[in-house]
Structure formats: C-alpha cells, structure tokens
C-alpha cells in the first residue's frame, strides 16, 4: 500500500522464506533543504525505532538507499488488517474481547506518551493485527507522522488524517503534551 508518509510492500527473508513488511519513506524535499529533509526523516524512524511494546510494531532492521536518500525499514507482516475489517470478520467476539482490543490499544499510545512521543495520526486504520486469527495481538504502525515533545510543550500543525480531524484543529487549536 502507498500512504501519506509512503509505501509498504511485502518482502521475503530468503534464508527462512519468512514474510515480513518493508517500509520505504523520501525525505521532504518540498518544504525542507536536502539536510533537513533527511535529517527529519531519520528522526521519525528513529522513533518508532525507540519504541518497544507488545502492541507497537518494532522495527527489525533499516536501511539507506544513499543515492536518493530513501529510508526503508522492515517490521514484521501484520496481515489481519484494519481493526474495523479484523472486527468484521469476527462478528461473535464477546464485548470482553473487545474490551481487551481497546486496552492494548490504550496502552500502546499511553506507552508513547510516557516517552514523550505523540502519533499525530491516530485512527483504527493504524491499528492492525498481526494475522486474521481471532487471538491475534493488535498493533499500533505508521509513526510518519510522530514526533517527541517535552512535557507541556505544545505541537502545532496539521498533522493528522483531515477525515480524523477534530473541529478545534481547524479553527487554530493545538495538540498539547502534558
């Protein structure tokens, strides 16, 4: 699939025949110079890489592409889809499964929050799950849009998905780290 902060296609281990997800990001060249423009998209994949929880995607490994300063990383496939589909799928899920869904998922941004790091893109389509198994773990992914902030510090901008947007975003507001 292709996203706002770019493409992920499955890639496959030879040595084990194991899939795994392959991540592959430009820098900015539209609004930042060359050194910027890298420099900002190092950091956002340093920050996923600095996350370790059970319901964050991890980062296995990252690469640079130094002729045209592309970044990919792989993570491992999470094929179950969206939270939405995967729920679909599973239509006679107790309310107590869910539950549990929803605390993982709390936890997951809870966890950032505690390091500092806030998404910016929160929605049920970046939260996936490993496999369509009904006992799959589910996964917070895409940190394109993630930044670190000191506590109180205030994040401007509109960096999330327009349809997820709350209305105070568009009159001025902003995103505040406690």
């Known amino acids: ?70 970044v990919s990383f792989v993570m491992a496939l999470c094929s179950g889809g969206s939270v939405g589909r995967f729920l679909a799928r599973h239509p006679g899920m107790s309310e107590g499964a869910k539950a549990q869904i929803v605390r993982k998922m709390l936890s997951a941004v809870r966890y950032c929050h505690e390091r500092h790091v806030c998404h910016r893109d929160l929605k049920l389509d970046n939260f996936v799950f490993e496999s369509e198994a009904a006992d799959a773990e589910v996964m917070l992914i895409d940190f394109g849009m993630a930044a670190r902030a000191a506590p109180g510090e205030k994040l401007e901008g509109g960096f999330t998905t327009l349809l997820y947007m709350a209305p105070e975003m568009f009159y001025g507001w902003h995103a505040h780290v406690a």
């Open 1 to 70: 699939g292709r996203g706002v902060s770019g493409a992920v296609s499955t890639c496959v281990k030879r040595a084990t025949g194991v899939s795994y997800a392959l991540k592959t990001m430009a820098p900015d060249r539209e609004n930042y110079d060359e050194t910027t423009a890298l420099r900002n998209l190092l950091e956002d994949v340093g920050i996923q890489c600095s996350l370790s929880h059970p319901n964050i995607a991890s980062v296995l490994d990252v690469f640079l592409d130094v002729d045209s300063q592309e």
